[in-house]
């Protein structure tokens, strides 16, 4: 299996366009030593031809262009974007499906929960079926192992995560299972596993089994500390409060990814006042003893 980061960061990037904290302004000035981010999305493959997208971020086009795979080859006009998965209906991750318009129909994947949301407060399907079109495939999220006859040679598993819809979600305030979800994906032709949840905002019971299974963690690097937002001066909500756990503290990432010994550890999702992504900074530096990686735009897996 090939895993490939297309975008590490969190809603709005890094620098994010209309902010001008001491790390996006650091970045644009060259005084921080850190790179820039596109929003959180990767992309996995059996054979190196067929892609499934997990997550479509409204940087997809700059995506595509950056990873040779996915921009035309085969045909004057074609992707290697097999089919499209959402882990949720946040902007961030769904706003990017409207750029595949001009190609061909595509099958998308999503919880019931996501595509109510993606049919009715946020409507990107119905906008679709006016241009290429969706094959929609629903998606249990109880552990229930699935598979795509688009991109064969990976099999999923979708696990229901603590979370909050959308505020354009007919559900707001009336959480459903499959909100929010994180994947266990597997080759079962290597036996190598990926835990990807870029939005994990709690360590729940039924996370323990899939996420000790996997040989590569991939989760939520939003924020260092519940207040980051409000330390920086840019917001008022804390990151527990919008489903992101912080790294560091009691009960924090950090402490939790330290029960799985075995798998290699990388954070994605990261927002733009989050001190790791200065990679002098003493945060990082912590990451570093923990041995947890941050992830970072072009970042390629085999597993």
Known sequence: MRVHVLGSGAGGGFPQWNC???????????????????????????????????NASPDIRAQIE???????????????IAAVLL????????????????????ALYTTPAVHQDLSTGFPVVPMLSHYCGVDWHAIVPDGTPFEMAQAPGLRFQAFALSSK???????????????????LITDPATGGRLFYAPGLGAFEPHLRAPMSEADVLMVDGTAWRDEDLIDRGVG??????????????????????????????????INNTNPILDEDSPERRQLDAAGIEVAEDGLDLVL
């Open 20 to 54: 001008h904290c001491a790390y996006c302004a650091g970045l644009r000035a060259g005084s921080l030593c850190a790179r820039p981010r596109t929003q959180s999305s990767i992309t996995v493959s059996a054979d190196g031809e067929r892609w499934v997208l997990i």
């Open 66 to 80: 950056s990873f040779a795979p996915l921009r035309p080859a085969r045909a004057l006009r074609d992707t290697g």
């Open 87 to 106: 882990v949720d209906s946040q902007i961030d991750h769904a706003t990017g499906l409207l750029m595949l318009r001009e190609g061909p129909r595509f």
């Open 165 to 183: 819809a959308p505020p354009y979600s007919p559900h707001r305030h009336d959480p459903h299972p499959g909100d929010n979800i994180g994947l």
């Open 236 to 269: 008022t909500k804390r990151a527990l409060e919008m489903g992101h756990l912080p790294q560091s503290g009691p009960g924090g990432m950090i402490e939790h990814l330290a029960a799985f010994p075995r798998a290699r550890k990388i954070l994605i999702h």
